[in-house]
């Protein structure tokens, strides 16, 4: 089969592999999907932390059952998504159904090979039934997911100001997800184009531009001048995540999506006298997974709308660069390796 191996930083390179061997316990995928994100743009340009090279990246990935063992519920030919984070099933996370931040999680792409190929093995028990759903939107489940399980994490209610720092596309989903739980979303980004996308394609009432307005003064005249009591970084920006902590309100809770290398700084007084919560967010589990594949039945998300960018497997290498300008406007790129 073949595959695209990420050398180094900067490089790929399409490989000839053996194709996967049904081992115990695993099924294997034809990959019909394989839609590009962040990690895999950091990836590329050497940024991603927990990673090593060369890998072969994809986890946000739709397929076909080849093969299986001990699936019982799935057939041979269904369309199907999975979960990418591979988790032990020991350790304290996972008793405690935390298998998303497995003290040995190995994700797919990330800690191991990913899904950038043509067949992929993966344990059955992480197999999830497409649904009905096409390719495309079974692609996208796993980064709006992400976006979801930030929100769950939040504890979003109905009626609150809920900020989302990035709209890049998990941030377009968190923010997809906490209006979905009743939330009154803001978008900040530094990127206009961006933020004509969360007004126009997404109905997001309330954008702000973090070079041209003037933030503070901003929230605190959307939100009548209590500031969101949810914030919600989707950026990886360390700027962009320290700054945030200005924003807010008293009581309020911060949650990290994202994701970068350097150490978060801020004023403890200022903290502390807001009774601020602060937690990070790491992947999904499968009960997001589920929201996300009800919401878009019911029509509450249409994945599709993200999809800017679309090439065949063999086209992946000479486009992947330009994915990391900002000005070619890419919201997603959906790889095709063929099925409708």
Not at 88 to 112: D, F
Not at 263 to 281: C, G, Q, V
Not at 312 to 334: C, Q, R, Y
Request: net charge negative; proline share 4%; with cysteine.
């Amino acid at each position: 089969m073949k595959l695209l191996s990420c050398i180094t930083p900067g490089t790929f390179e399409y490989q000839q592999a053996e194709k996967p061997v049904l081992q115990k316990d695993h099924t294997i995928l034809k990959i019909r999907r394989i839609g590009i994100c962040g990690t895999d743009l950091h990836a590329f340009e050497g940024t991603q932390p927990f990673f090593n090279y060369p890998r072969t990246l994809g986890h946000e990935l739709a397929g076909e059952i080849v093969e299986m063992d001990n699936a019982p519920g799935f057939s041979v030919g269904e369309a199907v998504t999975f979960l990418p984070y591979f988790h032990c099933g020991e350790c304290i996370a996972c008793r405690n159904g935390k298998t998303n931040c497995c003290t040995s999680l190995k994700v797919s792409g990330v800690h191991i090979d990913g899904g950038m190929c043509e067949y992929y093995s993966v344990p059955s028990h992480t197999l999830v039934h497409g649904d009905g759903l096409s390719f495309d939107e079974l692609a996208l489940v796993e980064p709006l997911a992400i976006g979801a399980h930030g929100v769950r994490r939040a504890g979003v209610q109905p009626g609150e100001f809920v900020l989302v720092v990035g709209a890049g596309p998990i941030g377009l989903g968190t923010m997809e997800f906490a209006r979905i739980a009743g939330g009154k979303v803001i978008a900040l980004d530094i990127n206009d184009s961006r933020l004509d996308f969360c007004r126009q394609k997404l109905g997001v009432e309330y954008t702000v531009n973090a070079l041209s307005d003037d933030v503070p003064a901003r929230l605190a005249e959307i939100t009548g001048g209590d500031m969101p009591t949810v914030v919600i970084d989707a950026t990886g920006s360390l700027r962009a995540i320290n700054t945030a902590f200005a924003y807010l309100a008293h009581g309020a809770r911060y949650v990290l999506v994202g994701l970068q290398k350097g150490e978060i700084s801020f004023s403890h007084p200022d903290f502390h006298k807001r009774e601020a919560t602060l937690m990070s967010s790491r992947n999904a589990t499968r009960e997001d997974f589920t929201h996300v594949i009800a919401c878009m039945k019911k029509g509450q998300v249409d994945p599709k709308t993200y999809i800017t960018h679309r090439v065949t497997f063999g086209e992946v290498k000479e486009h992947f660069a330009s994915w990391l300008d900002p000005a070619n406007g890419v919201i997603k790129a959906m790889v095709s390796l063929g099925g409708a």
